[in-house]
């Protein structure tokens, strides 16, 4: 869940779900027909809260067709009734199959098997490519992060989906763009995510200092925590920092927190700027001066989830599901009760989130698809978010389930997020997702290490990502 988590398009705007094509002719550009792109094996992986932000994957490895504009036409045929599967990532809350063992019970002739795959955000989305690249039915419904919508839907690997059942006026709009691709419904909203800054309030408290609402007063408060006897021992901050999708996420709201862009508005790539500098560099920066734990280096979101449940860390940005985990009374978290949620910190004031989350597809390769629609409008329903959130503080894309009473006083964070959500900002939405996030995080890495000067990378990185965004 973490939700991660984890929206691209050719030539499309960044941080916008329109899409944008041929320079010339105003067309949307489909990728030609390429392997997958390779990803660095994980000892640790990711649940896409990811997936999951969240920034955050997907566009290397793109086949399908050659055409230069989308499938014409509407939602295809839904037709056929049985057993289906739901593709997802690893469900480390241990609720999902209690959710399909609800739909099972009321449809014995149509039950609903859940494939497991890696925590990985990008292992995932690798066998989901795989499957699709084979015309395989083993999938039925994907369980995407919404930064893979746009490339599955270019390459005609689902389907374009009947909006108008499914109460997307009732969800919040940036959350329901997620799942667009050129005027059509790709993907329903299952969750949504936005990173949060989880801190230790009782050392803060103790110190005297605030939640920080800027880099600079969130290395001051570790210092003021560092000096107490409680302190020792304690790392000050830690993200995902692996190289691997969250480190996308990471670098991107790094950028957006410092006023920069990672793709600008006319689709072209902007890591060039001063802005994206002092993003980066605030990364570098945490691991040559300590900031940063140097372990934190291979962190993703699990890894980062159980330092902070440990007492290891003072500040955490996380997506909403580590509430529930880290508030544990069974032993498994020495800090329950002891933290609070700010928004991120930024360079200049609050920091901006990337915008994570999972959205519902129908592989089109896939049998049933009428049972598969129906149990979509099940599983995305407002009662079942509502659930997702009171046993995982899983963030729902429901807008009124931020301001109910009940909820708010159970989940003290829900204005918080709310507010997160609002202004978090979507990964870059290139179609060539894959190569787009691979040039990120091999840049980001090697500045993080201090192997490449924050310049350098910068260079490297625009360099690459816009031979990802202009490659036909």
């Known amino acids: 869940m973490s939700s991660s988590q984890m929206s691209r398009r050719g030539c499309h705007r960044e941080f916008g779900h329109e899409g944008a094509g041929d320079r010339e002719s105003g067309l949307p550009v489909a990728p030609r027909t390429r392997p997958a792109v390779r990803t660095r094996p994980a000892a640790r992986t990711w649940a896409?809260?990811?997936?999951?932000?969240?920034?955050?994957?997907?566009?290397?490895?793109?086949?399908?067709?050659?055409?230069?504009?989308?499938?014409?036409?509407?939602?295809?045929?839904?037709?056929?009734?049985?057993?289906?599967?739901?593709?997802?990532?690893?469900?480390?809350?241990?609720?999902?199959?209690?959710?399909?063992?609800?739909?099972?019970?009321?449809?014995?002739?149509?039950?609903?098997?859940?494939?497991?795959?890696?925590?990985?955000?990008?292992?995932?989305?690798?066998?989901f490519i795989q499957n699709a690249q084979t015309k395989s039915d083993a999938y039925t419904v994907l369980n995407l992060d919404p930064i893979w919508v746009a490339e599955f839907a270019a390459n005609q690997w689902v389907d374009a989906l009947p909006a108008e059942e499914f109460p997307l006026d009732r969800m919040l709009p940036a959350v329901v763009r997620t799942g667009e691709y050129f005027g059509k419904q790709y993907g329903i909203p299952f969750n949504t995510n936005a990173g949060l800054l989880f801190y230790r309030k009782d050392l803060l408290d103790k110190a005297g200092a605030r939640p920080p609402a800027t880099w600079a007063e969130m290395k001051a408060a570790c210092a003021a925590v560092a000096k107490l006897p409680e302190g020792k021992g304690v790392g000050c901050y830690a993200g995902q920092f692996d190289k691997y999708e969250g480190l996308t996420v990471n670098f991107s709201e790094a950028v957006a927190s410092a006023g920069g862009t990672v793709v600008g508005a006319d689709g072209k790539a902007t890591v060039d700027t001063e802005e994206a500098g002092k993003g980066l560099e605030f990364l570098a920066q945490g691991f040559k001066d300590g900031t940063f734990p140097k372990e934190s280096s291979t962190y993703q979101e699990e890894d980062g989830r159980r330092a902070f449940q440990s007492g290891k860390l003072l500040f955490h940005r996380q997506w909403p599901y580590q509430w529930t985990l880290a508030n544990a009374t069974d032993g498994s978290s020495k800090v329950a009760g002891k933290f609070a949620v700010a928004p991120l910190p930024g360079l200049a004031g609050p920091g901006k989130s990337s915008l994570g989350g999972l959205d519902l597809a129908i592989s089109k390769f896939a049998k049933n698809k009428a049972t598969a629609l129906d149990f979509i409008k099940f599983f995305s329903n407002e009662a079942n978010a509502r659930a997702n959130l009171e046993a995982t503080s899983a963030a729902p894309p429901y807008t009124a389930l931020y301001d109910d009473p009940a909820l708010r006083k159970q989940f003290p964070y829900l204005a918080t997020l709310k507010e997160s959500l609002i202004g978090a900002t979507p990964r870059p939405a290139v179609v060539r997702y894959g190569d787009a996030t691979a040039a990120i995080q091999e840049s980001a890495a090697a500045a993080l290490s201090g192997s490449t000067s924050v310049d350098a990378a910068l260079a490297d990185m625009q360099r690459n990502l816009s031979a990802a965004i202009d490659e036909k």
Do not use: Y
């Open 48 to 127: 896409v809260a990811a997936s999951a932000a969240l920034l955050a994957t997907a566009l290397a490895g793109c086949g399908g067709a050659d055409s230069s504009e989308p499938a014409a036409g509407g939602p295809g045929e839904f037709t056929g009734r049985g057993p289906i599967t739901l593709a997802t990532g690893k469900d480390t809350t241990r609720t999902l199959q209690g959710q399909l063992e609800r739909w099972n019970k009321d449809h014995p002739d149509e039950k609903v098997t859940m494939v497991e795959l890696p925590e990985s955000a990008d292992q995932q989305r690798q066998q």
